[in-house]
């Protein structure tokens, strides 16, 4: 059985991509919470289980393989089960798909460093920053982009639940933490991830953590 170990759902955005590729694989898997940075974090991350991700989360161990980092982990369990469960079947949507991906893995750093994800909590609107508007307007091109392309199918940013999905959900979950104001497709797609029954799950189960992180239950850092 795989063995996928996250952080707080309240607050771990990589965690939930680890966690929703995972349900998304169909495959059963046991589920490891460890609350970061409390007063054993310096110990557990330094444990043979943490050493190959050097105490980051989500990591994901397949029998005697380790995969950490969310993409890879999509990866990894697509090949496992078949692409198409993750990507599109399209080769233009699939490329896409694909890009878009691997763009919310390696961009938007003022999104993430003035924003934190935090599921509990819903702060009054603020101004954005220039560089995070920068980062709401490009994010926003991306899904109008692929709704209007891809997406006549059904809800999702290329019609059905995908990798795309995945590694947008935080992001969702943000905007809606910060009240950041979003045109109405974007809303809609945003309505349709917060249905999703795997949204639903976590979002519950980060109401129920006792951890608390002060440093996530600020609101947007100026």
Not at 13 to 30: D, I, K, M, T
Not at 56 to 62: A, S
Not at 149 to 155: E, F, L, N, Q, Y
Not at 173 to 201: D, G, K, L, Q, S
Request: glycine share 6%.
């Amino acid at each position: 059985m795989l063995k996928l170990i996250i952080g707080n759902k309240a607050y771990s955005s990589w965690s939930l991509r680890g966690w929703l590729a995972v349900r998304q694989s169909g495959l059963p898997f046991e589920e490891i919470t460890v609350p970061l940075y409390d007063d054993d974090w310096d110990k557990r991350r330094a444990g043979d289980e943490f050493a190959p991700s050097q105490g980051k989360v989500p990591i994901l161990w397949d029998g005697e393989t380790v995969i950490w980092d969310s993409l890879a982990i999509i990866d990894w369990l697509a090949d496992r089960v078949g692409r198409d469960r993750f990507w599109p079947e399209d080769a233009a949507a699939r490329g896409m798909a694909r890009s878009m991906a691997a763009e919310m893995h390696s961009s938007y750093a003022a999104l993430r460093r003035h924003h934190s994800m935090n599921v509990r909590r819903h702060f009054d609107p603020a101004p954005l920053r220039p560089e995070v508007a920068t980062d709401v307007i490009r994010i926003l091109g991306l899904w109008a982009e692929a709704r209007a392309r891809h997406g006549k199918a059904g809800p999702y940013l290329f019609g059905t639940f995908g990798a795309a999905d995945i590694m947008f959900a935080p992001v969702v979950t943000r905007f809606a933490t910060y009240a950041i104001p979003v045109p109405r497709f974007a809303a809609t797609y945003m309505e349709a991830i917060f249905a999703h029954p795997w949204m639903r799950e976590w979002i519950d189960a980060a109401q129920q953590e006792d951890w608390v992180i002060e440093q996530f239950e600020q609101p947007a850092s100026a």
